[in-house]
């Protein structure tokens, strides 16, 4: 009985024998005497305590959660979601909660709200999920709820919301949450929904990473959605990929163009020069490629009558990994009859520059290389800077290039550039890889700010028409930006006969071992002896255009689910 236990003599009797025997002063019994009462009172507090509390309570208080790996930690919430649920009858996954409002609209509509300020006649539900708890005490709880890339505090008190306290001892952060209760602002300010009732939604049976220590790379693009989840940086990435997106294809839309979807697969290989991706069609019974480019189809398309085409969707080039490459890619391109490059570069200087100006309200931004200590100012004020390659190639080297391309001459001299300069070009060094790699060296370095490198020899642009003025030379021009290409032009080749030759001259480098070079394109040669109209086309790489916009130095940062090796670090997955 514990009344009878508080009520007894607290004095032990070899206590008070000490005491008649003289072994100990009056006042040394009186300090043993309150001592000893102290403590037979905490031990009837104490017994009183565990009396009321439940068998298992004490068990579950000794768990701290943060020292439990990750699957001894799932394990225990689940256990403990599921003995929540069984006592309540509550379910831990609902099918269902009525939200009347985003968490953005809740900050915009009552933002006008003061310090203390409630209203108490709008009731308001919202959900998302926490990213922070804090307990005040048992019945004061502040939560961060986090939904559409906008947040808001929760504020739970036990009175307000006696009906469904018991969930706030099973949810944690990282879970997803239902609040319904009324706005209105604290004492310091801060913009809140008061609480009257709480559901769980959706349990995070993981604990999340702490937000200021951050994950990975590695693990960052394996689990992206961790990353967004605690990377805010990462988040805001991706909104600007879709307004670059958005931007381009109203700017098509308004000059009337047509969006259109072109195959991704195909019998034959062209439109560019990159080594494909193999897969079969079983039904077919016939190997096929995914592609490299659209450009063929959407050329068919302008033939067969649609004027204005464009196309916005993934290409795929079986090549290597780097900071701006992955073999699965974004590209926008349109193909527009009866223009031609001078028409297009126009086009590209207006839509880059207004796209820069409305996604960031200036002409100028700030890029951090990897690498570099200071940011690079990149100014897109147009006009852009143009270059001619071949002339300005031949002021930096000093010398003349032997003409014409095709010869043996100018391959050996230009062999021996590389050489003279150390320019590493590898096997095969055919005459249009080594001009590649000389203007790689000496122009695009060049090319900070946005800058057209223009007219490039016929025996690199295999389906860009020949210069009106320049001899041997194509109306083409690739714009770059930060040294990197992120835009591709010319007046479309239309004559089915030089088109003809120019695949054929193309063979002499795959003959020379260059396996990117596609085979002739019997059916697209076809199409063009239907008559192609003088076209201008072109294309724009989404995923280099949004690292410089979102000033990320790896492209992966831009791709959602960039292309990883398997996490056992083999060549593939087995079974």
């Known amino acids: 009985d514990l009344t009878n236990l508080a009520m007894s003599d607290p004095v032990p009797a070899q206590t008070q024998q000490a005491a008649a025997e003289g072994e100990i002063s009056k006042s040394e019994l009186k300090r043993r005497q309150k001592a000893e009462r102290l403590a037979a009172e905490k031990a009837v507090k104490d017994a009183a305590r565990a009396a009321a509390a439940p068998a298992d309570a004490s ?35 609902p099918h269902k909660f009525h939200a009347t409002m985003s968490v953005p609209q809740f900050r915009h509509q009552f933002a006008h709200l003061e310090a203390t300020q409630k209203d108490d006649k709008t009731d308001i539900a919202i959900c998302g999920r926490l990213m922070s708890v804090r307990a005040s005490s048992k019945h004061l709880i502040f939560y961060t709820l986090e939904a559409d890339g906008a947040s808001v505090q929760v504020f739970c008190n036990h009175q307000e919301d006696e009906s469904t306290w018991d969930v706030h001892d099973v949810i944690r952060r990282g879970d997803i949450v239902g609040f319904k209760g009324q706005p209105g602002r604290t004492k310091t300010g801060e913009l809140s929904l008061f609480s009257k009732h709480v559901e769980l939604l959706s349990p ?22 961790l990353d967004l989840l605690t990377n805010p940086k990462a988040k805001a990435i991706f909104p600007i990929r879709s307004k670059i997106i958005n931007f381009i294809r109203r700017f098509l839309d308004e000059r009337g163009f047509l969006e259109v979807e072109t195959p991704m697969m195909d019998i034959q290989v062209g439109g560019a020069t990159a080594r494909p991706f193999k897969t079969f069609h079983n039904d077919l019974d016939q190997e096929m490629f995914m592609r490299i480019a659209p450009e063929l ?28 490459h992955n073999p ?21 200087e207006k839509m880059i520059a207004d796209m820069v100006m409305s996604i960031h309200g200036s002409y100028k931004i700030w890029y951090h290389r990897m690498g570099d200590e200071k940011p690079t100012l990149v100014d897109f004020t147009p006009p852009f800077r143009r270059i001619s390659m071949v002339s300005e190639l031949e002021k930096i080297l000093g010398e003349k290039i032997p003409m014409p391309l095709e010869s043996d001459e100018a391959n050996a001299f230009l062999r021996a550039q590389c050489e003279k300069h150390n320019v590493q070009c590898s096997a095969p060094q055919t005459t249009a890889r080594l001009l590649d790699k000389l203007v790689g060296e000496y122009i695009e370095i060049q090319c900070d700010s946005p800058t057209f490198i223009m007219d490039h020899p016929e025996i690199m642009s295999p389906l860009a028409k020949n210069h009106r003025d320049i001899l041997g030379a194509t109306e083409r021009f690739e714009l770059f930006v930060l040294q990197k290409e992120i835009a591709n032009s010319y007046t479309e080749l239309n004559d089915p006969r030089i088109q003809r030759a120019r695949f054929e001259e193309q063979m002499k480098a795959k003959a020379a071992g260059d396996d990117e070079v596609p085979g002739i394109d019997e059916p697209f040669i076809t199409a063009l002896e239907h008559a192609l109209p003088p076209t201008g086309g072109w294309g724009l790489g989404i995923d280099r255009m949004t690292m410089f916009l979102s000033n990320s130095d790896n492209i992966k940062e831009v791709i959602l689910f960039p292309a990883m090796r398997p996490e056992d670090g083999s060549a593939a997955h087995k079974e």
């Open 59 to 93: 068990a579950e208080k000794k768990v701290n959660e943060a020292d439990l790996d990750p699957n001894q930690y799932k394990e225990y919430r689940l256990a403990v979601l599921d003995k929540w649920s069984a006592e309540t009858g509550r379910p831990i996954y």
């Open 204 to 225: 995070c049976l993981h604990l999340l990473p702490d937000a200021h220590i951050g994950i990975n790379k590695e693990t960052r693009y394996r689990q992206r959605y």
């Open 297 to 324: 189809y959407l050329k068919k398309l302008v033939i067969g009558g649609y004027d204005r085409v464009y196309e916005i969707g993934r290409q795929f080039r079986n090549e290597g990994i780097d900071l701006t």
């Open 328 to 348: 699965e890619f974004t590209t926008c391109e349109f193909y527009m009859a009866y223009a031609d490059y001078h028409d297009l570069i126009e086009m590209t």
